[in-house]
């Protein structure tokens, strides 16, 4: 049996988890939604979401993980009463990172053929057309898609093969700097443009107004878009943090790490807006949503910008590392599954996974060109199929487990629980939240769940109708 093996400094521990929890939806979905309700009041209610939902789940995985040494694998055959069944999740767990996987790869692949795009003027002298064009020549060609994609699992697997300390931790300490020190310097860029004051004052000074448009419907929609975006944001529910956890020593307590990794997430997603705001008010675009946004409007804002392929290139970059720093914290869960599980050594985990991963990913590339005629009404294509099953079902319910589990008497148990989270120094766990994490918190994650269904469901039993 192979030691367990350790990160070499808190920092890394801190910003590999940031780097798992900072993703791609920081960026695209988080300044979008941001706009729609109503800018700073947004970012506020968001926040109060981030405290009251995301944090004390991440404790918990935090706290799982150390205390059984071990990924979802065996942490909780490890931490259950005798005779009961929570190992079972495990499963799940760890086909949520898989789910993830099958189409992360290929929008992390998206990121670097832009950066290439980008730095060799592909979008030089082309109109908003012109650059929609580019997006879409790059779906359609599947070579393109899979050649992308293979890139993004080969970089993954091999830092992942070198070693947590060596590869995972070492490389990703490197890749989240360079992502802060590229965003300070595009925030820079952007605030400075002619015009940007608009965007800025949009994105900066509360409307309260906007969040009760629609009345009371209204406002529960703006409640429900950050109670979301504050609980998809930190991947919690299929153990990606219980890992990091199992590399962890016992001298911090859990809280106030997970705060710190909250503050870092939050600081992405906030400054992405400080980027993007600004930049579209001066160029008078409007900052649409999802891949559209940084495809086809951020693209076409980088080409009237002076220096614009410079930008283009550093934008696409610290987006690459957004994506990859999640790719490579969830393969290093995927092959610690290997590991524990059924005592693989590293170097079997990594080529049986990045056979594996490789061969999942491909419906996803295909699922934009070859394969584009398969959907699902309501949901979509192949990607937003598996991206479904994982963010409205797999995420939530998987918290869920992880909040009873902490929780109940039947699981590992409040006493357990706080008794980890509170070994070390640092913040500690609130022991008043206890009667909260029983009765309301389980009632949250249920509601974001059915809320997940609602719209979908109308529209099926539109169909059917």
């Not at 960026?27 to 729609?36: M, Q, S």
């Not at 309700?37 to 926040?47: C, D, K, Q």
Request: charged letters at 10%; a positive charge; aromatic letters at 14%.
């Amino acid at each position: 049996m192979e030691k367990r093996e350790r990160f070499g400094s808190r920092l890394g521990f801190i910003l590999i988890s940031a780097g798992c929890a900072i993703g791609l939806g920081n960026v695209w979905r988080f300044p979008y939604i941001t706009g729609k309700y109503g800018g700073a009041a947004f970012v506020l209610l968001y926040l109060v979401f981030l405290v009251l939902l995301g944090l004390p789940v991440m404790v918990m995985e935090f706290a799982v993980g150390r205390a059984s040494q071990k990924s979802c694998a065996k942490s909780f055959d490890t931490l259950e009463p005798k005779g009961s069944k929570w190992h079972w999740y495990k499963w799940l767990g760890i086909g949520g990172n898989y789910l993830l996987m099958m189409f992360y790869t290929t929008v992390g692949g998206w990121m670097l053929a832009y950066v290439a795009k980008s730095a060799t003027g592909a979008f030089s002298g082309l109109d908003a057309e012109g650059v929609n064009g580019v997006f879409g020549s790059m779906l359609a060609n599947p070579g393109e898609m899979l050649g992308w994609m293979l890139t993004v699992i080969v970089i993954g697997f091999l830092v992942c093969s070198m070693g947590l300390q060596k590869g995972v931790e070492r490389i990703t300490k490197v890749m989240m700097s360079c992502l802060f020190v590229i965003m300070v310097l595009l925030c820079i860029r952007s605030v400075t443009l002619p015009g940007a004051g608009e965007g800025l004052s949009f994105y900066l000074v509360p409307d309260f107004g906007k969040m009760f448009e629609n009345g009371l419907a209204g406002f529960g929609e703006v409640v429900y878009a950050a109670m979301g975006q504050a609980f998809f944001t930190l991947s919690l529910g299929i153990s990606a943090m219980a890992i990091f956890g199992s590399y962890i020593g016992k001298d911090r307590r859990l809280t106030g790490e997970a705060v710190n990794i909250g503050v870092l997430d939050t600081l992405v997603a906030f400054m992405a807006g400080l980027i993007i705001f600004p930049a579209c008010s001066s160029f008078g675009v409007q900052p649409g949503e999802g891949p559209g946004l940084v495809f086809v409007t951020l693209p076409n804002v980088f080409n009237e910008m002076p220096g614009g392929q410079l930008w283009g290139s550093l934008f696409f970059l610290f987006m690459s590392f957004a994506a990859l720093s999640t790719i490579i914290a969830v393969f290093e869960n995927i092959i610690s599954f290997g590991m524990d599980k059924w005592g693989w050594t590293r170097k079997k985990a990594v080529a049986v996974n990045a056979v594996l991963i490789t061969v999942l990913s491909i419906p996803c590339a295909l699922g934009f060109n070859v394969w584009s005629g398969v959907s699902v009404p309501g949901i979509g294509d192949i990607q937003s199929i598996e991206d479904f099953i994982i963010s409205n079902n797999i995420l939530p319910l998987g918290s869920l487990i992880y909040l009873l589990f902490c929780v109940s008497r039947y699981g590992w148990g409040w006493e357990n629980f706080t008794a980890e989270a509170d070994t070390g120094r640092g913040l500690r766990f609130p022991k008043w939240a206890r009667g909260y994490l029983k009765w309301v918190l389980p009632v949250l994650i249920l509601i974001i769940f059915v809320m997940g269904y609602v719209p979908k469901i109308q529209i099926w039993l539109g169909l059917s109708g």
